[in-house]
Each structure stands twice: as C-alpha cells, then as structure tokens.
C-alpha cells in the first residue's frame, strides 16, 4: 500500500535553517500535487507550501520568501526547504499527496508528521 515518510524535523533556533522530506512508497502509478501543512497545539492545520506535478507552487503569507518547496519525482519525494525560521514557525509538519496506485486512480494521502521547533 501506499504510504508518505517524513522526515528532518527537529529542535533549532530562531534563525537558522532545516529540511524537510517526504518520500512515497509503495504500488505508485502517478504523483499529483505534494503539499506541506503545519499544526500546532490547539490550532487548525493550515497550508504552508504546495506544488503541482508540473513544478508550480504556492506559499502562505507568512512563510513567503523564507521556505521553498521543490520535489524530485525520480524519488517520489518532496522537500521543504525552512530558512530564517522564527518562534511562529513551531508546529508538527505533515506531507500531503495526491497519489494514484496501480489501479490508475487518484487518492489523498497523508504523513505522519514530523514536529519542528524552533526555540531559544
């Protein structure tokens, strides 16, 4: 079965940098857009950077010019890039997909989420 692996979270200070990965496994036909959502305590999971099976990507407001998202689909991963990180920043990260299996149709998939904190 198809399942996403995340990875690279981990504790750090106020302006330094981290990496994240995904990387998919299993009986994968076709990726479609892969997406990085962030949680933290006692708030609503929100949308932090996404890009199509194309290369087209979008990023939320406060993440703009410090995070960028990038894929290498000959490994079935997607990378976040997180520099100048910030307090704000701290949250569990979860990777998202849109996968298709063997059989050719599309599903939602969702890791398991690696925790980032970014603390003094």
């Known amino acids: 079965q198809v399942q996403l692996v995340e990875s690279g979270g981990g504790l750090v200070q106020p302006g330094e940098s981290l990496r994240l990965s995904c990387a998919a496994s299993?009986?994968?036909?076709?990726?479609?857009?892969m997406s990085w959502y962030r949680q933290a305590p006692g708030k609503q999971r929100e949308l932090v950077a996404r890009?199509?099976?194309?290369?087209?990507?979008n990023y939320a407001d406060s993440v703009k010019g410090r995070f960028t998202i990038s894929r290498d689909n000959a490994k079935n991963t997607v990378y976040l890039q997180m520099n100048s990180l910030k307090p704000e920043d701290t949250a569990a990260y979860y990777c998202?997909?849109?996968?298709?299996?063997?059989?050719?149709?599309?599903?939602?998939?969702w890791g398991q989420g690696t925790q980032v904190t970014v603390s003094s």
């Open positions: 890009i199509s099976s194309g290369g087209n990507t």
């Open positions: 998202f997909a849109i996968i298709s299996a063997a059989s050719r149709n599309y599903a939602n998939y």
């Open positions: 299993g009986s994968i036909y076709s990726i479609g857009a």
